[in-house]
């Protein structure tokens, strides 16, 4: 067995690879970019090394850097683990050419896969059926055009290189193709410098199931059973399980018999993913993932078996642990991946510094996967997903309720997440019943994605995070104000304003501090209220005798709420003006993520309205409007159009407008 590998790789998959290594008595080595010298992957290593700037393309995408790392640390073998160099033949084979271990299958056969056009020419001549479309080498539009009317509308064009959804794009009408070959062509080289394209047949509503499969170098090759990952954004997967509930056995038997021909075809060897679309009991092969999958915890959840220990012992010369009969799947798993992005706004991505980051404990069935921690950074530079929730149960019904579960215990704030779509997406009925298709969320987008005004809860959360202090939940008999962290101060009328800002309404809520008791008064409701902090951010609420769990971030915009069913982002339009004291609006405007100044829409001394729009950022190759949190007289501009900005950059100052009435 190795002594010591190196994992070429970031964030949870090398934290996870690590953990298994260590449980191996194997000594790892990280690597790590500029951007994550103190990232929680270089923190779990044995060792590590920089290998270089920020963007991948100079550091994890590096194979010069990581091979000297590789020499430095004096490691056995690479693991690449997913993403990155995981599936570039030329990193496999140069890492066997320094005498180094390549934790995957041979160069040979990454490449024979690496190409979706070639690597359905081999599984048909392997007697796999295939999507119908067109792979040729002619990429010329009108050559296209005439391949797109054979093969007949809806169609998919798809990048030859591609992966993670990169390049894909539907096509309903032939008026349509012109304009969705230039773009993705343009993604393509982008993303894979390589612009080569192929078309597909556009299935309406397949399920998209993968068969895993496992070979050594003596020919032994098995397969561990099939996930279902149709749950998908964008062709991009959100929730996986296994086993697929909606796929009648003998199917599933037809397409592990598929995988293996396709994988005995290459003579496989190591970890591998054979990845079918399935309709109407009818399947076709898309592709084979050389690598480690994200969802791979789902298979080792109900087989029992480390996946990345059967990785290393085969890499490691060791034939297969088990034979396939002796390889058992019980029970139901499902992962769901929590990524910092914004489903109401196409679901781009969302950068900056986790101010909470909380998840429930792991246990026997339940595991949490992630290579951040509170304050770390979610940057513009890498992949955002934060963890992966992998629950696991006797069958899928407890197994989807133990994920819900996870999820609403799971508070993120820092930045925008999906948690909130997850959570209504398994709430659907279709996904209670398990028929959820490819195209499932495409078609619910409204509804999975919508913004919700911010329940009485999560103002009483925002409002009260300012006030308690650390200590134990006060008694029912009394209301002490030296609890009191800030803003109030005793005074007459004893009662503090917040008003906050919306989705675009302003919410008013008024906190009375009788003589021993705490109210809030959301318009003409008036509700009890106790609050005591549970340390970190969290906070215990009693609202008109319920028990609330919330946790609550402020930033110079407001306050962000999770709370267990939802997370809300509440601007302070205004606070405390009753009592004439500062109005929250007076302060500093930052740049919310790095970018570009697109835009200056008002003047020094101006005096501007709550909500009205005062810049526009361009970042991400988006444009992001930024409004007045309050009223204000434009103090100073600290920007001009076209600056380039970093996160945090200072834009301009407002002062204090007047007070609220
Ligand atoms: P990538 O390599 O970019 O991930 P894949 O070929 O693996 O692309 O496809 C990703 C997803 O796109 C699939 O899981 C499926 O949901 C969808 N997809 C792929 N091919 C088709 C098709 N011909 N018709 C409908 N959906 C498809």
Redesign the pocket.
């Known amino acids: 067995m190795f002594k010591k590998i190196l994992i070429a790789n970031r964030g949870e998959i090398t934290c996870r690879v690590i953990r298994t290594a260590r449980r191996m008595g194997i000594k790892t080595v990280a690597v790590y970019s500029d951007a994550d010298s103190r990232a929680l992957h270089v923190e779990q290593a044995d060792e590590a090394y920089p290998i270089g700037p920020a963007p991948a393309r100079e550091s994890y995408l590096d194979i010069k850097a990581v091979l000297a790392a590789a020499r430095r640390g004096g490691v056995d073998a690479i693991h690449p683990g997913y993403g990155f160099l995981s599936e570039n033949a030329a990193f496999a084979a140069a890492c066997t050419k320094a005498g180094r271990g390549f934790i995957g299958p041979s160069a040979a056969a990454i490449r024979a896969m690496g190409d ?1 056009a070639t690597a359905k020419a081999l599984a048909e001549k392997a007697g796999v059926p295939v ?1 119908p479309g067109y792979r040729g080498e002619r990429q010329h539009a009108t050559v296209f055009a005439t391949e797109a009317a054979r093969i007949g509308y809806p169609l ?1 064009v ?2 030859a290189a ?7 794009r539907m096509v309903e009408r032939p008026n349509e193709l012109g304009v969705a070959l230039e773009s993705a062509r343009r993604e393509a080289t982008a993303a894979f410098g390589d612009g080569r394209l192929i078309l ?4 309406r509503a ?1 399920r ?1 199931i993968e068969v895993q499969v496992f070979g050594d170098r003596f020919g032994n090759l098995v397969h561990l059973y099939a996930r279902d ?1 149709s749950s ?1 954004r964008r ?2 997967k959100v929730i996986e399980e296994a086993p697929p509930t909606a796929v009648a056995p003998a199917l599933l038997r037809r397409l592990y018999a598929a995988a293996l021909s396709i994988a005995r075809a290459i003579k496989y060897q190591n970890a591998g993913t054979v ?1 079918f ?1 399935v309709e109407r009991g009818r399947f076709y092969f ?2 084979m993932n050389t690598r480690l999958q994200v969802e791979h915890a789902v298979t080792e959840m109900i087989t029992g078996i480390d996946l990345v220990e059967w990785q290393l012992r085969v890499a490691a010369g060791e034939k297969l642990p088990l034979r396939q009969p002796q390889i058992r799947a019980r029970g139901h798993a499902i992962e769901t991946r929590l990524y910092a992005e914004d489903p109401a706004r196409g679901f781009l991505p969302s950068t900056g510094r986790l101010a909470r980051l909380r998840f429930p404990a792991a246990n026997a069935h339940l595991r949490v996967e992630t290579g951040l921690r509170q304050g770390d950074i979610v940057t513009e530079f890498y992949d955002p997903m934060i963890a992966k929730l992998v629950v696991s149960a006797p069958d899928r019904r407890i197994a989807r309720a133990r994920l819900d579960t996870a999820l609403s215990e799971s508070r993120i704030l820092g930045v925008v997440t999906n948690r909130d779509f997850l959570q209504r997406l398994i709430a659907q009925p279709a996904f209670r019943r398990g028929t959820v298709d ?1 195209a499932f969320i495409g078609r619910h987008l409204e509804s999975l994605a919508l913004a919700v005004s911010a329940p009485d809860a999560a103002l009483a959360a925002a409002v009260l995070s300012r006030i308690v202090s650390a200590g134990p939940k006060p008694g029912r008999d009394g209301f002490s104000p030296w609890r009191l962290r800030d803003g109030w101060r005793q005074g007459d009328d004893h009662a503090l304003d917040f008003v906050f800002g919306d989705h675009g309404t302003r919410r008013r809520v008024r906190l009375r501090f009788e003589s021993n008791s705490l109210q809030l008064d959301f318009g003409k409701r008036r509700i009890p209220v106790l609050a005591w902090t549970l340390g970190d951010r969290d906070l215990g609420i009693e609202l008109g005798g319920r028990h609330i769990d919330a946790s609550v971030a402020w930033d110079e915009r407001g306050a962000q709420v999770a709370l267990a069913d939802g997370t809300w982002r509440l601007d302070a339009a205004e606070t405390n003006a009753r009592r004439g004291d500062a109005v929250a609006a007076a302060g500093r405007i930052v740049a919310p993520m790095p970018g570009k100044i697109a835009a200056v829409h008002v003047a020094k001394g101006a005096t501007v309205t709550c909500g009205q729009i005062l810049l526009v950022l361009e970042a991400m190759k988006m444009e992001h409007a930024i409004a007045a949190p309050g009223e204000g007289v434009v103090a100073e501009i600290r920007c001009a159009a076209g600056d380039p900005v970093a996160e945090g950059t200072e834009l301009l100052v407002l002062v204090g407008g007047k007070e609220q009435a």
Do not use: D, F, M, N
């Not at 597909?200 to 299935?203: D, T, V």
């Open positions: 979706k999507v998919l798809k990048a591609g992966g993670g959804g990169r390049g894909s597909e047949k556009y299935l397949p998209h990952c998908q062709y991009q990845e679309i898309i592709e490819t």
